[in-house]
């Protein structure tokens, strides 16, 4: 029995270089966001370094991980040799779809996107350019 190589369709790579960099922008706005309300209640963010620090570090951020995580799954796939199956870009793609559900009365991820999406605009329109992409 031999093993048949995966053949890249077309767009696939495309389709997934497309959804991470809507996906980097979401979290760009979800980064600023956050950095907002961590400012009005803590006080202002002094440098780039110490708010790296607070990002990696500190809990107030934690919920952020998860988009961190799926960015850093994509640029592996995207920077491999190997050419991309379809059904493993799809499982990325129903992963981010997955993520991106905003709940009022859920905890962790989905509650703190909720209460982004409620509070900043920006959000919001990141938000509709990954689901555009989802859905596509």
Known sequence: ????????????RQRLAELR???????????ESERASYEQTFGKIHSPYQFLQLVTADPWFAWLRPVSQLIAEMDEVLEAK???AVAGVDALVVRAKTLLIPTVD??????????????????????AAA???IRA
């Open 1 to 12: 029995m031999s093993v048949q190589p995966v053949v890249e369709h077309d767009g696939v």
């Open 21 to 31: 960099d809507a996906l980097l922008h979401l979290h760009k706005a979800l980064l």
């Open 82 to 84: 190997e050419s991309l």
């Open 106 to 127: 859920g905890e962790g991820f989905s509650q703190h996107y909720d209460e982004a999406l409620q509070r900043d605009p920006d959000v919001v329109f990141a938000h």
């Open 131 to 133: 689901a555009k992409l």
